[in-house]
């Protein structure tokens, strides 16, 4: 069973406009860690922002937030203030903790480009 | 510190062959993790290690595919008789272990392998 979901078709985005990108996941575990990574097309992937299941606000790094919603199963990331850097695949990423797994389960990404 | 090393960055080979890629972690990190990523697609667990054991192989890693990390310090991901499915991007991960798990995960830039 898929646990990430991510369905949005590739997003042109307006320079310094906002794009949120949509992340649902699935799991029983009640101890798990979201994640969000960047991947530009020379392949690396580049970490965002973290939100573990038991913390109260939602996290935000500089211009990316985690608008967490737990009862929804969902991690949307908002990247504010769009610059043309942004442009890259990105994608969420679900570990559940609870037995000592340290696997990342990856959705299949969302492609944004951020037009001038 | 210099990230996650991985070499080559783009490997072309005959079907049959065999094809080894290497993995220099981040030095501080005893945890090390190979994804393999197909075109479309988000990474897809491998296998970890801790130190210089490997704790957690997926179903994906079939007896064609083998991996080491001799001393706890660099990985080998050897892929024996390749086939033209083996054909992907295959990313290195570091971590360090810490109490309620490890989420600073560092990749690499990848290896993209061609199978012809």
């Known amino acids: 069973a898929q646990k990430i979901t991510q369905t949005q078709p590739g997003m042109f985005v307006q320079e310094k406009e906002a794009v949120t990108l949509d992340c649902t996941y699935d799991?029983?575990?009640?101890?798990?860690?979201l994640f969000w990574y960047k991947q530009p097309s020379s392949g690396e992937m580049i970490f965002l922002i973290y939100?573990?299941?038991?913390?109260?606000q939602n996290a935000t790094e500089g211009r990316y937030s985690l608008n967490f919603q737990k009862a929804r199963k969902s991690a949307n990331l908002v990247i504010s203030a769009s610059q043309l850097g942004d442009s890259a695949m990105y994608f969420c990423a679900m570990r559940e903790t609870s037995y000592g797994n340290n696997r990342l389960a990856f959705g299949k990404g969302n492609q944004v480009v951020v037009i001038p | 510190d210099t990230g996650v090393s991985q070499n080559p960055r783009h490997k072309i080979t005959k079907r049959g062959q065999n094809v080894t890629f290497r993995c220099d972690p981040i030095s501080e990190h005893n945890r090390l993790y190979w994804y393999r990523q197909t075109l479309g697609q988000g990474p897809e667990f491998l296998t970890y290690?801790?130190?210089?054991?490997?704790?957690?192989k997926s179903r994906l890693l079939s007896d064609r595919f083998s991996a080491e990390r001799p001393k706890g310090s660099f990985s080998t991901l050897e892929i024996q008789r390749t086939e033209q499915g083996d054909s992907a991007m295959y990313l290195c991960?570091?971590?360090?272990?810490?109490?309620?798990?490890?989420?600073?995960?560092?990749f690499g830039s990848g290896t993209r392998l061609t199978v012809v």
């Open positions: 991960a570091s971590s360090l272990s810490r109490t309620g798990g490890d989420y600073g995960y560092t």
């Open positions: 939100q573990g299941s038991y913390d109260q």
């Open positions: 799991t029983s575990d009640p101890s798990y860690g």
């Open positions: 290690f801790q130190n210089e054991a490997q704790l957690e």
